[in-house]
């Protein structure tokens, strides 16, 4: 039946009508193709979020080879997420769209910069961008799923790629030198690696929560505090009514005034590598733990000897040694980007420049010995 | 039950049945119909993969409990990661009642096969080798499971691991056994894990062959292993392993290290062929780190150790490190050798009583004539001693490990 109706929606959009959001509480028949999912829509060259959908952007992005990324969150009419500090409760049915894009140049070759390209009004233009892939997070009866569609190189469709893919990619960056980039669409396991923070507890967003949605978004009614505005439009509850006791991490590229660079290279790690290196994630059996609720000593990697590093120690002795930087295995690893040696494990094939360069300074800014 | 083979897997096999070469590049849809069925996996799925190399580039990865994988024999059916774009292990488990069988993994960029958090866990006739032999740059380590509860590792053969070969790592309730490790850095390592029988193995080659360790900072400390009727000889091999890693610290030639672990016992092993010693009992303190490295709770000493009936061979001719290099030849002379054990002597203070550890926190040996040396690294090497009286105790059996999985395979 919903097969039957999906055809015809797919008639329809040839006319460019996307198909009603799919809800989806529960079932394993997910849909091979991303436009069935009804969470884009195209007009007059440009690709956008359907209006039903909430747009969204995070203070401080995991790294992924530089690629742009539009998100948006979905919810069944008339349902609302509750506010939790730690993460928010999300209604069933709840679809989570993340596209992985690079801008392209007018000679159509792909850009290596950190800019936001996203048209408020009208999403991005389809000349001025090269499609990946779009992450589905879809939250039915038994826990989230993670399905991702890899497009195609017209970019008219993303099929659902549960073993993943890779692509390679040339990014050109603003000193006109090219990096090349072997691309990696994860796996769905490799999907689960990162956002089953909990062993054996299933998977949840990493992304949609308070610390990290807490800032103004430009959508197409104007600038607003996203958990203002997801409030305001009735898919928030319990939103404390003072938002300065709602976290928030530093923005980035460039912190706000007030925020510290202990702050920014926190949110990096937070944003980049707590949801392994936290108590119940993955990266526990390391001893490290790189989550917000963690003070900075042993656990934090402060004078702490790796425990099963292998090569990814570098010849270093401890996995962050104050001051310097270049003894610190921390460094090693993120400026890396051999497989068997870079952190995160996942999501990048390139070293992420900027991100190293805010760990070193930070690193390099604390005080004692080991 | 057992799923549909492969078309693509069966084109594999055909063309390896004609000769043919297996191709450099990696066999992506292979790879692809491979990780698929490890996605779509259901409780009691067995994922056969016939003889054949199969060359791969991103890594595997499973969550789906009750699953078996099982190739037809570890020289038959081989997965080689040469050239592995991605994935820092080759194959990542996250799952219970895992069983994989009769395959091997070959040059991963990192580690082999890495289980993580799993119980009732069974590695049997599984390969893991850097076909290069020994190099820094290999993967870490060839088999490891790590916060696992029940794990059988039986008759596996790890080779090259820049770490260890064989690595089992804050996990409880664990059998290695009829195993054989060779050329690692550390050849089998047990590591804060509680309850672990290690037996009928081989250890050659390799730079340290058991070793019995605690790590600071870590959720769980490791004690009650029992390593015996091993052969661990020869293992000689220059250590390169990486600095900051636990295997960076044991000197080549080493027979059975434990450091820092509580309640072991090392019996009927022939342990021999070592330039260092056979067995060497130490410290973290041993390792170059300092209290700020620890967390408060960590017990740096290790304590109810019992070496006794093992056959020793040679061994001590020639240690590792300067230190040890010097106090040969100032206490046994230019030819002389090292006593077979070697203790580094230190103790925690504020347990002696009258000087001497308690009983049952005690370091006994018992190997015919075979010595100990307590090389008292605490005040320097400056009192050095081979006088055994102090030693000459006995502890009560370990239990053994009770675990299903090892009882229904003995004999097989």
């Not at chain 1, 826990?143 to 890899?150: F, I, M, S």
């Not at chain 1, 796996?187 to 089953?196: L, P, S, V, W």
């Not at chain 2, 089998?188 to 309850?195: F, S």
């Not at chain 2, 020869?234 to 390169?240: A, I, T, V």
């Amino acid at each position: 039946m919903r097969r039957l109706l999906l055809g015809v929606l797919l008639l329809l959009a040839g006319c460019e009508q996307p198909p009603a959001p799919l809800y989806m509480p529960d079932g394993d028949n997910y849909p091979e193709k991303l436009s069935e999912w009804g969470m884009l829509q195209r007009a007059d060259g440009f690709i956008a979020l359907i209006t039903e959908a909430l747009p969204y952007d995070l203070n401080t992005p995991l790294f992924t080879d530089y690629a742009h990324k539009l998100r948006s969150v979905w919810m069944p009419v008339g349902a609302s997420a509750h506010y939790g500090e730690a993460h928010f409760d999300y209604p069933l049915g709840t679809v989570l769209s993340k596209t992985f894009y690079y801008p392209k140049d007018a000679q159509g070759r792909l850009l290596l910069n950190e800019q936001d390209d996203r048209d408020p009004q009208r999403g991005l233009e389809l000349a001025r961008v090269q499609l990946i892939e779009t992450r589905i997070l879809l939250k039915q009866q038994h826990g989230w799923v993670a399905l991702p569609y890899v497009w195609d190189e017209q970019q008219l469709e993303a099929s659902l790629e549960w073993a993943g893919a890779s692509r390679d990619v040339r990014l050109l960056d603003a000193q006109g030198q090219t990096q090349p980039v072997t691309y990696q669409v994860p796996d769905a396991n490799q999907c689960a690696g990162c956002h089953e923070e909990r062993a054996g507890q299933g998977l949840n967003p990493l992304g949609p929560k308070a610390r990290h949605l807490n800032k103004d978004f430009t959508y197409a009614e104007g600038a607003h505090n996203q958990l203002q505005h997801w409030q305001q439009q009735g898919r928030l509850q319990g939103l404390p009514a003072d938002l300065q006791g709602v976290p928030h991490n530093a923005l980035w590229p460039a912190p706000r005034p007030t925020e510290s660079l202990e702050q920014q290279a926190r949110s990096y790690l937070d944003a980049n590598c707590s949801h392994c290196h936290n108590p119940t994630g993955p990266g526990r059996t390391s001893g490290l733990l790189l989550d917000p609720a963690t003070t900075i000593g042993i656990r934090y990697g402060l004078c702490k000897q790796p425990v099963a590093a292998g090569k990814g120690s570098g010849d270093r002795r401890v996995d962050i040694h104050p001051g310097q930087p270049d003894k610190s295995v921390l460094m090693f690893r993120v400026e890396s980007a051999d497989p068997s040696v870079m952190m995160p494990e996942l999501g990048r094939s390139i070293v992420h420049t900027e991100g190293v360069e805010v760990l070193h300074r930070w690193i390099t800014s604390l005080a004692g010995d080991c | 039950m057992r799923l549909a083979p492969l078309s693509l897997l069966a084109l594999s096999v055909l063309l390896a049945a004609c000769g043919e070469e297996p191709a450099s590049v990696a066999n992506l849809d292979f790879q692809k119909d491979l990780q698929t069925q490890l996605i779509k996996a259901k409780p009691g799925s067995v994922i056969e993969i016939p003889a054949g190399t199969y060359q791969l580039d991103r890594s595997l990865s499973l969550k789906v409990s009750g699953v078996t994988i099982r190739g037809a024999g570890m020289d038959e059916t081989i997965l080689s990661f040469k050239g592995q774009k991605s994935g820092a292990e080759g194959l990542l488990v996250d799952a219970s009642d895992f069983t994989i069988e009769d395959i091997a993994f070959e040059d991963t960029k990192g580690d082999s096969l890495k289980v993580v958090g799993g119980k009732n866990i069974i590695i049997r006739r599984v390969r893991t080798e850097w076909t290069n032999g020994p190099a820094s740059e290999n993967g870490a380590y060839g088999i490891y499971p790590v916060q696992t509860e029940n794990t059988l590792i039986d008759g596996v053969v790890a080779i090259g691991a820049s770490d260890a070969g064989i690595y089992v790592g804050q996990s409880r309730n664990v059998v290695v056994r009829n195993s054989r490790a060779e050329r690692n850095v550390a050849g089998i390592e047990i590591e804060n894990t509680i309850g672990a029988d290690v037996y009928d193995n081989v250890a050659t080659g390799n730079t340290g062959g058991v070793l019995v360790f605690n790590m600071p900072n870590l959720p769980q400390a490791g004690r009650v292993t029992r390593v015996f009727r091993n052969r661990i000889e020869g293992n000689n091999h220059p250590n390169f392993g990486h600095k900051g890693t636990p295997v960076a610290s044991v000197p080549a030639g080493s027979g059975v290290v434990i450091n820092s672990n509580d309640e072991v016992e090392v019996f009927d092993n022939d342990i021999g062929e070592h330039k260092t010693a056979n067995v060497i009992i130490s410290s973290y303190f041993s390792t170059g780190y300092t209290d700020l490295s620890t967390a408060e709770n960590f017990d740096p000493y290790p304590e109810g150790i019992h070496i006794h009936g093992n056959r020793f061979g040679p061994a001590g001719d020639s240690p590792d490190h300067l230190e040890l290099k010097a106090l040969k030849i100032s206490q046994f002379g230019l030819n002389g050798r090292l006593p077979d054990i070697l203790w580094d002597g230190y103790v925690n203070l504020d347990i002696l009583v009258d000087g001497k550890l308690p009983a049952d926190r005690a370091i006994c040996i018992n190997n015919g004539s075979a010595a100990m040396i307590n090389v008292d690294a605490p005040n320097n090497y400056q009192n050095i001693s081979t006088e055994m009286a102090d030693y000459r105790c006995s502890l009560p059996p370990l239990p053994a490990v009770k675990l299903a999985s090892a009882e229904a395979g003995q004999g097989a």
